[in-house]
């Protein structure tokens, strides 16, 4: 089974503190993704990396970076976390389209984030 | 206008009822497409890939019409365990975009 890890479930920081959130699959997958989820917006994607070192912005991207050294971990930075970044952070992996018509994301289990 | 755009609900439909959602999407090159279900406080999971016209699994069918950008879900036959939010997604290259989800609830 493909499994995809984010590093704590429960997070809490304080305004203008730097965050990291740490994700890690284990199915040698391409690509990896970090969404954000609220009420009534829905998944929403921040960044996404196809490669390792490469990245791409999502659709809301201001306030993050993101970090893929290793092909299999996926790091989520906030910089200097604000209160409208509370959320839940979901990241996500899957296998390159490219060539198959098969495509699934696997999703971890979500980081849910409160910035006080 | 949303990329994607489902009723958000909530369903509220009882045991062994049939239920139907419908998706929409703007993207006319959208490649593929997803039905996910998501428990509460859970992450979203696979339920269902719509490459082509449509496909069925069990008591749940997919449909898919090019031609008016929408998806559909059908669950016939509902479960008290079919209580969850599902969410449509549509992909273009490498990227999902989804809906903001459809909740529903199978009343006993």
């Known amino acids: 089974d493909v499994k995809v890890t984010q590093s704590s479930r429960y997070l809490v920081k304080r305004t203008g503190e730097k965050v990291f959130l740490e994700c890690v699959q284990d199915?040698?997958?391409?690509?990896m993704f970090w969404y954000r989820q609220d009420p009534g917006l829905g998944l929403r994607l921040i960044y996404f990396?196809?490669?390792?070192?490469?990245?791409e912005k999502g659709d809301i991207p201001e306030g993050y970076s993101v970090s893929r050294e290793k092909k299999e971990r996926f790091s989520l930075i906030l910089e200097s976390a604000s209160t409208n970044q509370t959320s839940m952070y979901l990241c996500?992996?899957?296998?390159?389209?490219?060539?198959?018509?098969?495509?699934?994301?696997?999703f971890g289990p979500g980081t849910r984030l409160t910035v006080t | 206008r949303k990329e994607v755009e489902q009723d958000p609900g909530p369903f509220n439909v009882p045991e062994g009822a049939t239920v139907a959602f419908n998706c929409t999407y703007s993207n006319s090159a959208s490649q593929s497409f997803f039905w996910y279900r998501q428990d509460c406080r859970k992450e979203p999971k696979l339920l269902m890939s719509v490459y082509s016209s449509g496909n069925e699994d069990g008591r749940f069918t997919a449909q898919l019409n090019r031609a008016s950008q929408y998806i559909s879900l059908l669950i016939r036959d509902s479960k008290l365990s079919d209580s969850a939010t599902y969410l449509c997604?549509?992909?273009?290259?490498?990227?999902?975009?989804f809906g903001t989800g459809t909740r529903l609830t199978i009343i006993p």
């Open positions: 199915m040698d997958h391409e690509n």
């Open positions: 990396s196809y490669d390792v070192k490469m990245k």
């Open positions: 996500a992996s899957s296998t390159s389209s490219r060539g198959t018509s098969l495509y699934e994301q696997y």
């Open positions: 997604g549509e992909r273009f290259k490498e990227k999902l975009t």
